[in-house]
């Protein structure tokens, strides 16, 4: 499948408006998966959402792995860098562009990997899951299940636990 560059940049940068039902929800979401609340190390694989704009229209990022790169301290806060790993999709699309008055084709996960940063002044990082090793598809589709995103009930995060542990 050959897409454009604005296909690619749309594909890598979802997002949506969000907005949480009660405060309630709010803060325990908050005190399990804010980033300040995580033991997360330079050099970790980790599952994360940022929450970027005021309380009223904020913009969820749609849920990625990333590769935790360091922390500093801007201006009275904390500013976060890391790096997105590639999708599978990113191997399996290819984008063209012109050079020299010619057009080529290229795989998109060929693409430069860009440095992130986030500055968790009015922002929010959650982070649902810390790896030492890049995490297999069972292991992120459990951390999947607790992000805002693909937001569940308890009940259903429980029955969906249980089914896990009596099916192996």
């Known amino acids: 499948m050959i897409i454009t560059k604005g296909e690619i940049s749309e594909k890598k940068n979802k997002s ?3 907005r949480f039902e009660n405060e ?7 005190s399990k998966f804010d980033l300040h609340k995580s ?3 330079t050099g970790k694989f980790f599952l ?4 970027v704009g005021g309380r009223s229209q904020s913009v969820l990022t749609y849920p990625r792995l990333g590769l935790f790169i360091d922390t500093y301290l801007v201006d009275q806060a904390l500013e976060i860098e890391w790096i997105d790993t590639r999708r599978t999709w990113e191997y399996n699309c290819e984008y063209e562009y012109d050079y020299n008055g010619k057009i080529y084709t290229n795989i998109v996960a060929e693409d430069k990997s860009e440095l ?3 500055i968790l002044w009015g922002d929010i990082m959650c982070v649902y899951g810390i790896w030492d090793t890049k995490p297999d598809w069972k ?3 459990q951390a999947y299940e607790r992000t805002l995103w693909f937001k569940k009930t ?7 636990q249980i089914n896990r542990i009596l099916n192996g």
């Open 139 to 141: 292991q992120l589709r």
């Open 16 to 18: 949506k408006i969000f």
């Open 48 to 51: 994360y959402e940022s929450i």
């Open 39 to 41: 033991t997360i190390k």
């Open 24 to 30: 309630e929800d709010e803060k325990e979401h908050y």
């Open 154 to 160: 308890k009940s259903e995060l429980r029955n969906s």
């Open 116 to 118: 992130k940063s986030l």
